[in-house]
């Protein structure tokens, strides 16, 4: 099933999301093939629970669909409870969009190498590297779990030129090809 995504605006995208425990996995797992379901629609790379409305430490990355011929195949994998333990490498200034912002984009600089804790969908924990793009990726939708945006990341200047589209979006008057959960006014 396809879920609304939830845009800016939406309160649940400003949440701490709370950790997910042992009795509610097999929620999560529905949970997590709708999100799939709603991600790929979306033509996604990673989405994060909030987005679908549930303030929850879960989302799911898959970069392998971008890198078929690449020497790094990408990651597709369910991140429960995530904490990432270390960022570093080189600091990488690149454009990135959410689907919570339909149609906005902005320059984001983020560590090139991130070391991630979490759990798989059968809750064994798991602790990774990974760097460039799946770790760029990683960090934005981690960030979700925190209730933060990544316009929050933006420069004071690109905020301003933004203001007008980012109110639009808060107020509903959005256009996306995949279903959307707005405010109304």
């Known amino acids: 099933m396809i879920l609304p995504v939830y845009v800016y605006g939406q309160s ?18 529905k949970l997590a093939e709708q999100m799939w ?9 990673g989405l994060a629970a909030h987005q679908v409305g549930q ?4 989302f799911i990355v898959d970069t392998v669909q971008l890198n078929e011929n690449e020497e790094n195949k990408g990651i597709k994998k369910v991140f429960i409870n995530a904490e990432i333990l270390r960022e570093e490498g080189e600091i990488v200034s690149i454009e990135e969009g959410c689907l919570s912002f339909p149609d906005l984009r902005g320059k984001i600089e983020r560590p090139s190498v991130v070391t991630i804790r979490y759990q798989d ?7 990774e590297t990974y760097d460039g793009f799946d770790a760029r990726v990683i960090q934005h939708e981690y960030d979700h779990t925190l209730g933060t945006l ?3 990341k ?3 200047l690109k905020k301003r030129l933004l203001k ?22």
Do not use: C, W
């Open 12 to 29: 649940v995208l400003k949440q701490p999301g709370r950790l997910v425990v042992e009795e509610e996995i097999e929620d999560i797992r």
């Open 37 to 45: 379901e709603t991600m790929y629609k979306s033509h996604g790379v």
């Open 55 to 58: 303030a929850l430490k879960l």
């Open 121 to 127: 969908l059968d809750l064994n924990e798991q602790v």
């Open 150 to 152: 990544f316009i929050e």
């Open 154 to 156: 933006f420069n004071p």
């Open 164 to 185: 007008g589209k980012l109110d639009k979006i808060k107020s509903g008057l959005v256009q996306a090809d995949y279903p959307v959960k707005v405010n109304r006014r």
